[in-house]
């Protein structure tokens, strides 16, 4: 993603430290549309350089919301919109951009089509339930709020999804994009850097604690030295999630060549009453 052009749809705005922080992660990022519970954001055809300052210059700023964007560094056609109004009518450059069939559409039928777009990355950095299994109802789901807007993974046409917002899908939902060729994790998965954080974080608390009851480290020497700790902590976190995500992979491209050890495994497993095949 820092060599090659990529395209991205997705659920937040930059003030999010999820979406905000994920936008800004490349310089290849064309970020072509995205909604959050305020607005509607379309860039058919963004200039990287311009866009990623603009981004920056937004995530930076205390509060923000798609409104702040400088609509003069969109791309023709582009429109920023809330998604209060009944209606609204798009340039054809947009409507094209997220493949939607008209012009003038409900804000609703605008962000389905958003989560439908074809594109390389659907990127969910906002709260909600956005895509379910095609075996699922929304009754299933449990997030009311979306129902309207809610798509089905067999409708995504995104190459890959990161989930860095909790339940962006459901499990369902995770395993019917990848058996139509999707890519994707699970949120768990996606988004573990802040916890992995804060695991790290309060062991290293409960390693300082003897120190502080015996009274050779005080509560202020503490804080000082965690601050200290800062750069060392993140570049251990980030480590430990590239390694996650690349054993991943790594079992999934050995694929057929471990299912006999994975057999034996759940077998083993099952004999000792730690594994329901049934759950």
């Not at 003069?72 to 429109?79: A, D, I, Q, R, W």
């Not at 089509?113 to 909600?128: H, S, T």
Request: charged letters at 25%.
């Amino acid at each position: 993603i820092q060599t090659t052009p990529f395209t991205v749809v997705g659920v937040g705005d930059m003030s999010g430290d999820v979406f905000g922080n994920g936008m800004l992660l490349s310089e290849q990022t064309r970020l072509i549309a995205a909604f959050d519970h305020r607005d509607i954001f379309i860039d058919p055809a963004p200039d990287m350089a311009a866009s990623m300052a603009e981004r920056r210059r937004m995530f930076a700023l205390a509060r923000s919301s798609w409104q702040d964007y400088d609509k003069t560094k969109l791309s023709e056609g582009g429109v920023i919109v809330s998604r209060s109004q009944k209606s609204i009518t798009l340039p054809p450059a947009a409507a094209a951009a997220i493949g939607l069939g008209k012009t003038t559409a409900s804000p609703v039928e605008i962000m389905s089509a958003i989560l439908k777009a074809p594109v390389d990355l659907l990127w969910f950095g906002g709260i909600g339930t956005y895509l379910r299994a095609s075996t699922e109802t929304n009754q299933d789901v449990g997030d009311r709020a979306n129902d309207a807007i809610r798509v089905t993974a067999l409708e995504v046409r995104a190459k890959v999804i990161g989930e860095g917002a909790n339940l962006g899908a459901t499990q369902r939902a995770r395993i019917e994009f990848g058996l139509n060729g999707g890519r994707c994790n699970s949120d768990a998965i996606d988004n573990s850097g802040g916890v992995n954080c804060s695991d790290v974080e309060v062991n290293i608390k409960i390693a300082l604690a003897s120190a502080m009851r015996k009274g050779a480290l005080t509560r202020s020497a503490r804080n000082k030295l965690l601050a200290e700790m800062t750069d060392e902590v993140s570049a251990l976190v980030l480590s430990n999630n590239y390694e996650q995500t690349l054993a991943l992979s790594l079992a999934r491209k050995r694929g057929l060549a471990d299912i006999a050890h994975q057999s034996r495994f759940m077998a083993a497993l099952e004999a000792r009453g730690l594994l329901d095949r049934n759950v």
